[in-house]
């Protein structure tokens, strides 16, 4: 018997959010080392695609025959695609596998996201297992992914999933292959997680009620993504230069937040990056998410065991026990094949 399994990275955006709703906009989305599995196992049974998952306690069963609505939206949404596109014949039981990374525990024990895609993850490796043409999958992901949020989205963290670390946009995707190694992501739990869709909908409003600063903000943006790009590829090390344009591509999603009135960078996760970004590998700090309060991720290069521990140190002081963690820069998606 064979087992069939599917990963994909997470995903941190360091530039472009917002921006890159706009399918002429570009963003730094990074794939990083927490992975999304998913297990295909062939069952006896006719007529029937089962979704496992134990981190919701869900088992939920899906007729081929027919499509239907479940307490999990995104396991309908993936089964909507196999559906219409009859994409299965036999019959599979589809176990998720996710690294613990992508969750974390809040004070009242609530299971809470940390921003890094569980939700493309879950979409990418469970189409992934029916799907083996890349290009395809991303259509056909993409197409799931707005089915579930709402038609909202650019999709990013879909394609990420698949091609890994990339200059993203709606209309072209530039992988971002052979960066430096010495590269590591550190992600701090804040415990909230912050709704991307309500994100999406005040900021938009905001923007396209003040036309002008809109393409201001488009604009700015697309500039700070495309030197950012030139930065990380760069081979010496230009720390200052990064530290600068953080500085002002901060500045601009703080006005953007401001203006609409949304946490995009709230006060303690200023707090948070300003001193983090003191640390002498520390290049760049950024709240990634839709809000500000999805995990924070800052950029390092060869980040010591002595600048974390002073900055987890910090975070205690503000509240946040152990909420430091480090990622490295991982591939895109991949399938292997098991005997058991
Ligand atoms: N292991 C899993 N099993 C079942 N459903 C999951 C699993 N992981 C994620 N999901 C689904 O995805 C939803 C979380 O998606 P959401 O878009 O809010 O977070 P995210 O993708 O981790 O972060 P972000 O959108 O900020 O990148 C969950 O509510 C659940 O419906
Ligand atoms: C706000 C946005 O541009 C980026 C952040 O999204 P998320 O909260 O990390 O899923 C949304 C998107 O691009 O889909």
């Given at each position: ?267 303690i996760s200023t707090e948070i990056i ?40 910090f975070l205690l002081t503000k509240g ?21």
């Amino acid at each position: 018997m064979q087992k069939f399994i599917c990963s994909c990275p997470g995903k941190v955006l360091l530039a472009g959010g917002y921006a890159i709703l706009n399918p002429n906009n570009h963003g730094v989305s990074i794939a990083i080392n927490a992975r999304f599995r998913t297990e295909k196992l062939k069952l006896q049974e006719n007529n029937q695609i089962i979704f496992r998952s134990e981190q919701f306690s869900q088992e939920i069963k899906y007729s081929l025959n027919q499509i239907a609505k479940s307490e999990n939206i995104y396991f309908d949404a993936i089964y909507q695609i196999i559906f219409q596109n009859q994409l299965a014949t036999d019959s599979w039981l589809i176990e998720t596998k996710p690294d613990s990374a992508f969750y974390s525990q809040n004070q009242k024990n609530k299971i809470t996201k940390l921003g890094l895609g569980s939700s493309a993850g879950l979409i990418v490796s469970s189409l992934g297992q029916f799907i083996n043409d890349n290009e395809k999958l991303y259509q056909l992901a993409l197409q799931a992914n707005l089915i579930a949020q709402e038609n909202k989205g650019s999709g990013f963290d879909i394609s990420t999933a698949i091609y890994g670390s990339q200059l993203f946009s709606k209309n072209e995707v530039i992988p971002l292959d052979g960066l430096d190694k010495n590269y590591q992501i550190l992600l701090i739990d804040l415990k909230q997680g912050q709704s991307t869709i309500k994100g999406i909908n005040t900021i938009q409003k905001c923007l396209s009620e003040n036309q002008k600063y809109y393409k201001y903000f488009l604009e700015t943006s697309e500039k700070c993504v495309m030197e950012l790009c030139y930065l990380l590829k760069e081979k010496k090390l230009v720390r200052d230069q990064f530290l600068k344009l953080n500085q002002e591509y901060r500045s601009l999603l703080r006005e953007l937040s401001q203006l609409a009135n949304y946490d995009i960078e709230p006060k303690i996760s200023t707090e948070i990056i300003d001193f983090s970004i003191a640390q002498p590998s520390v290049l760049w700090g950024i709240c990634p998410g839709a809000g500000g309060y999805d995990a924070i991720a800052l950029l390092c290069k060869d980040v010591t065991e002595k600048e974390i521990k002073s900055i987890n140190e910090f975070l205690l002081t503000k509240g946040y026990e152990n909420a430091v963690h480090m990622f490295y820069i991982d591939h895109g998606i991949q399938r292997d094949i098991i005997n058991i």
